[in-house]
C-alpha cells in the first residue's frame, strides 16, 4: 500500500508502535481535528496520525486506514482551506484501488472539498464520476457554480437534481435563490420561495436571510422586509442584508432608520455595508447619515484601515467637510495612492488650491508615485491657480512615467495650455494621444470654441467624421457657438442643417444656441424657419425647448419672434406648463406688453 504523502515535514522522532491509535479511534480522532478551523497544526497532526497508521497498516497489527478516514481527512483540508492537501489526498484514495476512489462517501467528500477551495474544473470532474449524487454534492458545486457567477449553470443544475429525485435541501435553496439575483430571475425566485416553505423551511434563518438578499437584490425591497419583519430570529447577515438591500434600491431614509434600529439592537453592521452606507450618504449629500456611519465605525472598534478611511474621506469631502475629512486623513496610519487622491480632490473642490499643491508634494515626500488621478488632479490645480511652470512640470512626469496617453491627464493639459493661450501645445498633446475617443475630441473641440477658433474647432468636427468618430450633440453644439461668436451665422445654420443629416438629434443648447444667435443679429425670418424645423424634427417639442427659444427672444427683443412663437406654443397646447407662461410672462414683460401680460396671468389664474 502506498503511504499517504506529508504536505508538511515529518516529526524528527519516529513514533512509537503503542502510540498509534487503535482503528475505532482513528476517524474520531481525525474527524475532531477537523473541528479545529483553518488550524495548519491541526492539519499537519491529521497527516501524521494517518500516516502513521497506514506504515502499520498489515492483518499483523490490525490497524487498516478505511475510506471513512479519508473522508474526515479531506474535511482537515476543508477546514484549513489547503488546496494542496487535498489533492495529495485525492491521489493516495486513487492509489488505494478502486474500492475508495470509487467509494461514494469519498467521491462526495472530494466533490465538497474542490467546491469549497474554489477548484471549479475539479469539483466537475470529481462530481461526474459520482455513480449516485447525494444532496451534499449537488449542493456543493451547485454553491460554486453560484459563487463563481454561474447563474444559469447553477440553475441548471438546480432543475436536473429535482429531476434526479434528490429534494431540494436548505443549503442548496439559498445557492440557488443567489444564482436567481444574478439573473434577475424574479419569478423563478418566488417559485423557490413557494418550494422552500412548502419543504419545511420557514423557520430556517439561513434560508429566510438568503430570500431577504434575493428580494432585495431583485429590486422588490416592500418584500424584503416583509421576510426581514416576519423571521423569528435574525443574525447581523440578516440585518445587513436588509440594509444593503435599502441602499442598493435608493431607499436611504429606509436605510438610516434601519441603521438606527441596528445600533439599538446591538447589531454591528458589516464592513461591506458599513462602507455602502457611507458611500450612498456622500452620493446624497447626507451629511448627517454618514456622521452616524463614521460614528458607529469607531464605537465598534472597527480598524481605520486604508479602505475604510478612504470611504469616510470622500464621504466627508462630498458634502463639504473639508477639515473633517482632513483630521481623518492625518490620523490615519496608513494611506495609500487613493487616500491622497481623495484628500487632494477634496481640497480642490474646496477650492483650497494651494493646500492641494502642498498636499501633493507630501505625497511625493511619502515615496509614493503619482497616478493618472493624481495627475488630473494637480493640473487641474494649476489651471485654477494658473500656474503654468507647475503645470509643464506635471507634464513632464506625465511623459515620463506613461501616463500622458491617459484621457483625463490629456484633457486636464490641453485645458491648461488653452486657458494660457498656448494652442500649439494644446494641439500637440492632442496629436500624440495613440487612441483618440470622443472625450478627447469634445474637449480640444471645447477649448477651440470658448476660445472662438471657430475654424479650427470645425475641421476638428470633420476629421472625427473621417476618423469614424460619430460626434455627440455638445461637439456640434461647441462648433455652431464658435460660429456665432464670431457672427458667422450663415455657417453656424449650414453646420446646423449638416448635423441634421447624421444620426445625432439636437438638444436643447442646440436651438437655444441657434435662436439667440440668429435673434441677437436681426434674422428674424431664419428664427421662425428655424421653429418650424424644430417642431418637424420634435414631433412633441418639450416645453423646455420652448422655453429656452423665448428665452432667445427675450435676449434678442425680437417682439415679431416673440408672438409668433406664442402663437406655435397655443397651437401646441403647451401654455399649462409653468414653465413656458413664466416664460411668456418674462417675455412680455420685456417688451413691455402690459395688456399681454395681464391676460397671461388671467388665464394662469384661471386654470390653478
Known amino acids: 500500500m502506498a503511504t499517504l504523502p506529508l504536505p508538511l515535514p515529518a516529526t524528527p522522532y519516529p513514533p512509537k508502535p503503542h502510540e498509534a491509535p487503535r482503528p475505532a479511534s482513528l476517524n474520531a480522532t481525525i474527524a475532531s481535528l477537523s473541528q479545529h478551523g483553518s488550524d495548519h497544526g491541526s492539519l499537519r497532526e491529521a497527516f501524521v496520525l494517518v500516516s502513521r497508521a497506514e506504515s502499520q497498516s498489515s492483518p499483523a497489527v490490525g490497524v487498516a486506514v478505511g475510506p471513512e478516514v479519508y473522508a474526515s481527512l479531506l474535511q482537515c483540508c476543508v477546514s484549513a482551506g489547503s488546496l ?22 469519498i467521491g462526495t467528500k472530494l466533490a465538497v472539498f474542490y467546491a469549497r477551495c474554489g477548484a471549479l474544473a475539479d469539483a466537475e470532474r470529481v462530481f461526474d464520476t459520482l455513480p449516485k449524487k447525494n444532496a451534499f454534492a449537488w449542493a456543493a458545486v451547485i454553491g460554486l457554480w453560484s459563487r463563481a457567477g454561474l447563474h444559469a449553470r447553477a440553475l441548471a443544475g438546480y432543475v436536473a437534481m429535482l429531476e434526479a429525485g434528490v429534494p431540494a435541501d436548505n443549503f442548496v435553496v439559498p445557492n440557488v435563490l443567489k444564482a436567481c439575483a444574478g439573473n434577475g430571475m424574479l419569478a423563478a425566485g418566488r417559485a423557490l420561495h413557494g418550494y422552500a416553505w412548502k419543504a419545511g423551511f420557514r423557520e430556517c434563518v439561513y434560508v429566510l436571510s438568503s430570500l431577504v438578499d434575493f428580494y432585495g437584490k431583485c429590486g422588490e425591497v416592500d418584500d424584503a422586509r416583509e421576510v426581514f419583519d416576519a423571521m423569528p430570529e435574525t443574525t447581523v447577515v440578516t440585518w445587513n442584508s436588509m440594509l444593503m438591500g435599502y441602499i442598493n434600491n435608493g431607499r436611504i431614509d429606509d436605510a438610516v432608520e434601519l441603521f438606527y434600529q441596528m445600533r439599538v439592537e446591538g447589531v454591528l453592521p458589516t464592513r461591506v455595508s458599513l462602507l455602502s452606507f457611507l458611500s450612498a450618504s456622500a452620493d446624497f449629500e447626507a451629511a448627517d447619515w454618514g456622521r452616524q456611519g463614521h460614528a458607529v465605525a469607531v464605537s465598534s472598534g472597527l480598524e481605520m484601515d486604508v479602505i475604510l478611511g478612504s470611504s469616510i474621506i470622500n464621504f466627508y469631502c462630498k458634502v463639504g467637510l473639508v477639515e473633517a475629512a482632513e483630521a481623518v486623513f492625518e490620523h490615519m496610519v496608513e494611506r495609500d495612492t487613493v487616500t491622497w487622491n481623495l484628500m487632494i480632490a477634496g481640497y480642490l473642490q474646496d477650492g483650497q488650491i494651494d493646500k492641494a499643491l502642498i498636499t501633493c508634494q507630501r505625497m511625493l515626500q511619502a515615496d509614493l508615485r503619482f497616478d493618472c488621478v493624481t495627475l488630473a488632479s494637480l493640473i487641474m490645480a494649476c489651471v485654477k491657480s494658473c500656474s503654468v511652470e507647475m503645470g509643464r512640470a506635471a507634464h513632464g512626469y506625465a511623459v515620463r512615467n506613461n501616463l500622458e496617453s491617459d484621457i483625463a491627464v490629456a484633457c486636464g493639459l490641453i485645458e491648461l495650455y488653452m486657458s494660457t493661450e498656448r494652442t500649439e501645445h494644446a494641439r500637440r498633446v492632442f496629436d500624440v494621444m495613440s487612441c483618440r475617443d470622443m472625450v478627447m475630441c469634445k474637449a480640444m473641440i471645447s477649448a477651440y470654441a470658448d476660445r472662438g477658433m471657430s475654424s479650427e474647432a470645425l475641421k476638428l468636427l470633420y476629421q472625427m467624421e473621417v476618423e469614424g468618430i460619430s460626434p455627440t450633440a455638445s461637439c456640434w453644439d461647441s462648433v455652431i457657438s464658435a460660429l456665432m461668436k464670431n457672427e458667422q451665422t450663415d ?113 394662469h389664474a384661471a386654470v390653478q
Open 84 to 105: 494542496g492537501a487535498g489533492r495529495q489526498v485525492h491521489a493516495a484514495a486513487v492509489k488505494r484501488g478502486p474500492y475508495y476512489w470509487r467509494h461514494a462517501y
Open 491 to 603: 455657417k453656424a445654420l449650414e453646420i446646423f442643417y449638416e448635423m441634421l443629416l447624421t444620426k445625432t438629434r439636437p438638444n436643447l443648447r442646440t436651438w437655444s444656441l441657434l435662436i439667440s444667435g440668429l435673434s441677437r443679429n436681426g434674422m428674424h425670418c431664419e428664427v421662425m424657419n428655424l421653429c418650424c424645423k424644430m417642431q418637424e424634427v420634435e414631433p412633441a417639442p418639450s416645453p423646455t425647448i420652448f422655453s429656452a427659444a423665448l428665452l432667445a427672444m427675450k435676449t434678442a427683443a425680437s417682439v415679431q419672434c416673440g408672438k409668433a412663437m406664442h402663437a406655435c406654443i397655443v397651437k401646441k397646447g403647451l401654455l399649462l406648463s409653468k414653465s413656458v407662461i413664466q416664460s411668456l410672462l418674462n417675455m412680455y414683460g420685456t417688451f413691455s406688453d402690459k395688456g399681454t401680460v395681464e391676460s397671461l396671468l388671467r388665464f
